[in-house]
């Protein structure tokens, strides 16, 4: 590639010109600095260096201003010591969503045209895509033709594609209706493709139904009036208008239905940069303030980055900004007030299903949920088996959303006669998930079902299988159903939410110890993905002394609980552990010993042993 550096004074007065060939995996700017050495005679104050990145054959007249536009170079007149400061714009890189009818659209339109950004829709790709017959086209059209959902990876696959052309590099992009699922999101910043803004237009339902249901399609021009806001212009036009099939007030719920769940799923990929904008206002409000964010963020991208050269031909490094890998917001309080909060029970369930989706897009098929907040702890009186229905509703609709088939399984009768029924904390759950609500899009009996645990509930079509707190109980072992179950799922994930999988006694009260190892292996086969646990004085369930928190791929982490003066409390961070800790590790992080120091055997921690056992 051809570089063309133009060097001039502070009068504009240009001194001199050079082209080169460099390859940018190379140290450009060392390369850069170095050819400019030349100058540094030319002036005692300095000159300013624009370079110009042209594709044509080298030339003294710059071809085309290209990647490098608007980057500016000083040299000090040290030749010792050169420093390169430069001032790079940078392109924009925006994503936006928003409900059918908020006005997404001519948001777009407004934005590409004032801030010259390649509009990426999802939509647009795949007509494109298909129409052009390529290979990504050609397998979508397979999905569409079959009224199935395209899969994340061809999707994925055309997004990032038109995001790494030379336009997009060189102009920003704006991506619409992109990404849609936790998964998508999550796929795209294994690539480090992540904007610099996600704009989110903010409008009432009620609005939005009514924009939609007043809607009418010209089928002559294929123009879109509204009754209200922009009718059309004639008696003749308005007798041939038509409403379009989507635009029915059942359609339109179902899909602002379908668009929370999805907006909803990755809120917390962005949540560091998401950016509301009431949209209930006329376009040109709502650009304004677009407008004014868009050119604030453009201008906080500006940044100057200075290199130093000690001497000619060393290297040149730069050090990659750090970014935090686990945008968690901490542990909530009041954990022992019962019923908990809907602001408390879903802050859990989004923990717990960022966990399970890291390990199953990391190829985990066997994974385990243990969740031991109040209302999911068995143990208790308070025991609420439809909070863990909600959180196992929470998982499956995730994955269908992404166009998974999910199996939820209940533990079924384990015998006959006096031993035909369930553990006790199961009674009934079938029936609930059976009548719980599952969307008003026909999730269930299609993208999820209901069945139980065991080889012969496991159907061809089902992609994951969600197990409802499996568990031995006195007489019957489920290890053997469970064994058969995940035998025939193959390398299908099956995900264990509260399992309570320890040997208990046969139905003569006696411990088996046939095959007891075996089933032990089994029942630790299942890798952990979520933890979390709240610590207690022995044989208490008052105060809540700390937690301890695990979310996959990340650390154990061990939590006390502090009360403030205001009234309050918070959990401080005490320590990390790489596995699972051990009481006596949990009991000297709370008494401040390190883990080079020796253990003591007492104090009143040691009471938190109990709860491990």
Known sequence: MCIVVVARDYQSVVLWVVTMRLDFTDALYGEVATCCLALETTSEKGCNFVI?????????????????TNTHFRTSSKSKSLKVSCSVNEPLKVMISGAPASGKGTQCELIVNQFGLVHISTGDLLRAEVSSGTEIGNKAKEYMNAGRLVPDEIVTAMVTSRLSRED??????????????????????????????????????????????GRRLDPVTKKIYHLKSFPPESEEISARLVTRPDDTEEKVKSRLEIYKQNAEAISSTYSDIMKKINGNRSKEEVFAEIDALLSQVQKDKEKTTKLEKPSLGSGNHLKEPSTSQDNWRGIPTRLNNIPHSREIRKY???????????????????????????????????????????????????????????????????????????????????????FMDWGEYGAMGTFINIGSIG???????????????????????????????????????????????????????????????????????????????????????????????????????????????SGKEKYVILSTFPQRPSSDEINDAFLGITRDQNKKEAGIWGFFSSIFS
Do not use: H
Request: net charge negative; glycine share 6%; aromatic share 8%.
């Open 348 to 434: 859990f369930y989004d923990d717990v299903l960022q966990a399970t989706q890291r390990a199953i897009n990391d190829g985990r098929t066997r994974i385990k949920v243990e969740i031991n907040i109040p209302e999911l702890n068995p143990e208790m009186d308070v025991y609420r088996i439809g909070t863990l229905m909600e959180l196992v509703r929470v998982i499956a609709l995730s994955f269908a959303d992404d166009g998974k088939r999910v199996k939820v399984c209940v533990q079924g009768s384990m015998g006959e006669g006096a031993l035909a029924g369930m553990p006790l904390q199961l009674a009934g759950t079938r029936k609930i998930l059976e």
């Open 455 to 565: 080889a012969k509930e496991v159907d061809e079509q089902d992609d994951i299988f969600i197990l409802v707190a499996p568990q031995n109980a006195v007489g019957n072992c489920i290890i053997e159903d469970l064994q058969a179950m995940t035998t025939a799922a193959g390398d299908r994930p099956v995900v264990l939410i509260n399992p309570r999988l320890k040997d208990l006694p046969g139905s003569s009260g006696i411990m088996q110890t046939m095959g007891r190892d075996k089933r032990l292996e089994y029942a630790a086969s299942f890798e952990i993905c979520y933890v979390f646990r709240l610590l207690y004085y022995a044989g208490t369930q008052y105060p809540i002394m700390g937690a301890l928190r695990m979310a996959y791929p990340y650390r154990y982490e061990l939590y006390k609980r502090v009360d403030e003066p």
């Open 52 to 68: 110009v990145e042209s594709d044509s054959k080298p030339s003294y007249r710059p071809c085309s201003l290209l990647l490098y």
């Open 168 to 213: 997009t590099k060189r102009k920003g992009w704006l991506l619409d209706g992109y990404p849609r699922s936790f998964n998508q999101a999550q796929s795209l910043e294994k690539m480090k493709i992540r904007p610099d803004v996600y704009i989110v237009l903010d409008v009432p339902d009620e609005t939005l139904i009514d924009r939609c249901i």
